[in-house]
Every structure is written in C-alpha cells, then in structure tokens.
C-alpha cells in the first residue's frame, strides 16, 4: 500500500491541492478579476481555523476563489485532504467504515463519495465500450443471482440477476444487470460484449441454444457443460470455472458494502470491471487513474 501517496495528499490542504493541480482536476492559480490587475492569486489560510485554504490576490485583498471552485468537489465543505484521504481509501479497497474511522468524515458522506467516485467509473465505461475474446479465444459466459435470503431465512428479497463473461486468456471479463434471463436479453449482451468469431462456453440454460446464430461475422462458435453431470465436459473438456471465480471475486467485493440497493447495483459492477481493468497494479494506480479519467469528463477551466 502506497502510504507515501497517503501522506503525500492526505495529511495537508496544500499537498492536496497540489497533487489534484498535477492531475489536471484543479484550476491552476488564478488571476485577479479586479480591473487592471489581473496578479496571479496566492493560497492563503480562509481564516474559518480548519486549515482550509483559498486563492486571494495580494493586491486586492478582497478578491478571493475558493480552491474548489468549478471542480469536482465544489459543492462539499469536506477539506481536500479529506477528500483525498478517502478516495485513497477507495481505490486501496478499504471499507467505508474504516475509513469514516481515519477521516472523521461522516458516515453518509463518506458512502456518497465513494458513489461519486463510481459514477467517474460508469462514465469511462460508458464512453469507452469494449470487447472481450476474439478468433478463436475462448470466453466463458454465466448469470447469477447477486440477492437471495441466507439459508432461506429473513424477509423474501426480490431477485438480482447479473449476467457476465470472462477471457482466462486476457483477464478481462464484464458484467450486466439484467432483469430477464431470456435469449432476447442474454444474446445481444454477448455480441455487445465478445467479439465475433470467439468460442463461448456455457452450460446448458435454453437462453444460450442459439449462440451460434447470433449475427456477427465470423460466427461465435458455442461450446456447453452439463453442470447437472460434470464441472468439466469429460469429452470436450469445456467449463465455466473461470467466470465462475471471476463471480467470486464480484461478489466478494459487494460484501463489503454489506448490501447493495438495486438502484446502486450498476454502478457497482461498473466499479468493478473498471478497477479490474485499470487497478490491477496497486491502489496508487488506481488513484491517479481515476483522477485521469476525471479530468478528461470535467476538464478544469
């Protein structure tokens, strides 16, 4: 864990500034709009004795810019480094909880953030479609129920089924929320995802029959197990333990959250594919990527 990023931009306002100026998601310093000035602003301390800190003109004493103006935090009276603080947190995949805990920050704030930070994932996933498998690459597709009673007891949850795939070859995988599991959802899923010509390998649900027949060129090829009989097709030797642990791994990281509304789950599939895309180095990575990614949607003026 990189504790010297932590202590880089967690620990004072001004390190945080500086480090989100370096990303591109905060404005450079500005210049005085007092007519026929126009001196470069310095950061100064906001006098509120919190150690916040605001661009005010040397000249002009009363021409002040709030740090955060026109970014992405503009709106929270959460310090920088606070916010830094927890995004760090967010990208090491540690839990709300601690991290209310090592911030100070409220417990509501501290889950909004992290869901800010989720949306910055769908956005780049929105703008960014891509595809798994290719000629010849074997991709594994499965669906699954995300929400359920333990052991049957407990009040009866509505079903929360997410349909996903996974490339073993190019360890990349993705998942959708779906309301239905049938062909007319399942299969247009697949070509948005694979490219045409892969292999898919799935068991034996009726939604799948007709893979092969989807209409992309070349034509996926289709192979299936019989989880009923087997893990592994003794013949063929075809099997979805891949995606299968890439389910694991998914499901892992939504109990953290201890429990997911349906009206979040999305997005937190998109954190997940995203950090399985762009965080697999270390939370550091993770950080300033996000922070790329940031810059690119809301450019600082």
């Known amino acids: 864990m990189s504790y010297a990023l932590l202590f880089e931009v967690g620990t004072t306002e001004r390190g945080a500034i500086q480090f989100l100026q370096r990303h591109q998601c905060l404005r450079q310093a500005p210049n005085c709009h007092r007519p ?156 948005k995802y694979v490219h045409p010509g892969s292999i898919i390998c799935s068991d034996l649900w009726a939604s799948y029959q007709q893979v092969a027949n989807i209409p992309v060129n070349p034509p996926y090829q289709h192979g299936t197990v019989n989880h009923s009989q087997n893990f592994v097709d003794p013949v063929t030797g075809v099997h979805t333990n891949a995606v299968e642990a890439y389910w694991s791994r998914m499901k892992a990281r939504l109990k953290e959250y201890h429990g997911v509304p349906s009206a979040t789950l999305a997005s937190h599939l998109d954190e997940f594919m995203w950090m ?19 810059s690119q949607w809301r450019p600082v003026p």
Request: aromatic share 10%; proline share 3%; charged share 20%.
């Open 36 to 191: 026929g000035c126009g001196r470069s602003m310095s950061l100064v301390d906001d006098g509120s004795g919190h150690g916040r800190l605001i661009w005010r003109c040397a000249t002009h004493k009363g021409e002040k810019i709030p740090t955060k103006a026109n970014s992405y935090w503009h709106n929270s009276n959460v310090p920088l480094h606070k916010h830094m603080q927890i995004l760090f947190n967010w990208s090491h995949k540690i839990g709300g909880l601690k991290t209310v805990d090592q911030t100070g920050v409220g417990e509501k704030t501290v889950y909004e953030w992290f869901g800010w930070y989720r949306d910055i994932c769908s956005t780049w996933l929105l703008n960014n479609p891509y595809k798994i498998g290719g000629i010849g690459v074997v991709v594994q597709v499965d669906e699954s129920v995300v929400a359920y009673r333990k052991n049957h007891v407990g009040r009866v949850i509505p079903q929360k089924w997410v349909f996903g795939g996974y490339c073993k070859d190019q360890g990349i995988g993705f998942f959708e929320y779906v309301e239905r599991r049938d062909a007319a959802t399942l299969l247009p899923l697949i070509r």
């Open 276 to 294: 399985d895309l762009h965080g697999k180095s270390g939370g550091r990575q993770t950080m300033e990527t996000l922070l790329l990614h940031l």
